[in-house]
């Protein structure tokens, strides 16, 4: 049985502020956070979740978000180039949701069959009016042009691999359950963006930048939500859902932390 690594890698960075990251936070406050996209290898099939963001035009401004790095096709074949591979030689894309930070380059993918949950597929089209603004047709109406492949629920990749459906931040997001040499680790996606989301007793949070900043701890709350949410009853329900499934909280990975550049999982 195949045992597989995570590598989590940076494909741009962007400003966000503490308020977007988590319910109540500052809203002046701004930290360096990475685009994320994540190399799972094992097995013998390359396997990447999510597909990175737009490279920035002349304000540096993708979607209302800063982008103080890298972004576009440049962002994507770096990453994969520091772990040996390129976007033509992945055989699965994995697409955590259709936010405009996770599927902007799938295209580069050619070669793979892309995995969306048909839940995501239908509603990122016609989206709740606050998520309007992070879903941008024509970076996923493409996806039929490709070997696109729409699931429900938990679906299995390839033999230790499988999607999980964990609704909450959008209608239709999934994450990853992988088998790895210590144990199942789960990819949340953008159900958390940090660690804090997943342990609120934190009280500070270092960014990509080295710089620290202080964040309310609320030891009162088993998890707290980002600010980016459609439905916190299936939130809460996802959160002990991953809980449940990973072997332990070392191995959930979230979807936007600072701390997991450069680290390798399993
Ligand atoms: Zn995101």
């Given at each position: 049985m195949a045992k597989y690594k995570i590598h989590p890698l940076e494909v741009a960075r962007l400003g966000a502020p503490l308020g977007v990251l988590s319910m109540g936070g500052d809203m002046q406050t701004f930290i360096v956070a990475p685009v994320l996209i994540f190399y799972i290898e094992g097995g013998g099939k390359k396997i990447v979740m999510d597909a990175g963001i737009e490279a920035p035009g002349e304000q540096g401004v993708v979607h209302g978000f800063p982008v103080v790095g890298g972004g576009g096709e440049e962002g994507v074949r770096a990453a994969l180039k520091s772990v040996g591979?390129?976007?033509?030689?992945?055989?699965y894309l994995v697409l955590s949701h259709l936010h405009f930070d996770h599927c902007a380059e799938a295209p580069l993918f050619k070669n793979a069959r892309v995995i969306v949950q048909k839940k995501e597929w239908e509603t990122a089209f016609h989206p709740v009016p606050t998520a309007r603004?992070?879903?941008?047709s024509s970076l996923f109406r493409n996806l039929e042009a490709m070997d696109l492949v729409l699931v429900e629920g938990e679906y299995e990749v390839t033999q230790g691999v499988s999607t999980l459906f964990l609704p909450?931040?959008?209608?239709?997001l999934q994450g990853l359950a992988v088998d790895t040499a210590v144990g199942t680790a789960v990819l949340t996606g953008d159900l958390c963006y940090s660690y804090y989301n997943l342990d609120p007793t934190r009280t500070e949070l270092t960014d990509l930048a080295g710089t620290t900043v202080a964040v309310v701890p609320r030891p009162d709350l088993p998890f707290l939500p980002p600010a980016?949410?459609?439905?916190l009853v299936d939130w809460y329900d996802s959160m002990w859902k991953v809980v449940a499934r990973a072997s332990s909280r070392d191995l959930i990975i979230p979807g936007h932390d600072p701390s997991i550049v450069g680290k390798v999982f399993g």
């Amino acid at each position: 049985m195949a045992k597989y690594k995570i590598h989590p890698l940076e494909v741009a960075r962007l400003g966000a502020p503490l308020g977007v990251l988590s319910m109540g936070g500052d809203m002046q406050t701004f930290i360096v956070a990475p685009v994320l996209i994540f190399y799972i290898e094992g097995g013998g099939k390359k396997i990447v979740m999510d597909a990175g963001i737009e490279a920035p035009g002349e304000q540096g401004v993708v979607h209302g978000f800063p982008v103080v790095g890298g972004g576009g096709e440049e962002g994507v074949r770096a990453a994969l180039k520091s772990v040996g591979t390129t976007p033509e030689e992945i055989d699965y894309l994995v697409l955590s949701h259709l936010h405009f930070d996770h599927c902007a380059e799938a295209p580069l993918f050619k070669n793979a069959r892309v995995i969306v949950q048909k839940k995501e597929w239908e509603t990122a089209f016609h989206p709740v009016p606050t998520a309007r603004q992070f879903y941008e047709s024509s970076l996923f109406r493409n996806l039929e042009a490709m070997d696109l492949v729409l699931v429900e629920g938990e679906y299995e990749v390839t033999q230790g691999v499988s999607t999980l459906f964990l609704p909450g931040h959008s209608q239709g997001l999934q994450g990853l359950a992988v088998d790895t040499a210590v144990g199942t680790a789960v990819l949340t996606g953008d159900l958390c963006y940090s660690y804090y989301n997943l342990d609120p007793t934190r009280t500070e949070l270092t960014d990509l930048a080295g710089t620290t900043v202080a964040v309310v701890p609320r030891p009162d709350l088993p998890f707290l939500p980002p600010a980016i949410f459609v439905n916190l009853v299936d939130w809460y329900d996802s959160m002990w859902k991953v809980v449940a499934r990973a072997s332990s909280r070392d191995l959930i990975i979230p979807g936007h932390d600072p701390s997991i550049v450069g680290k390798v999982f399993g």
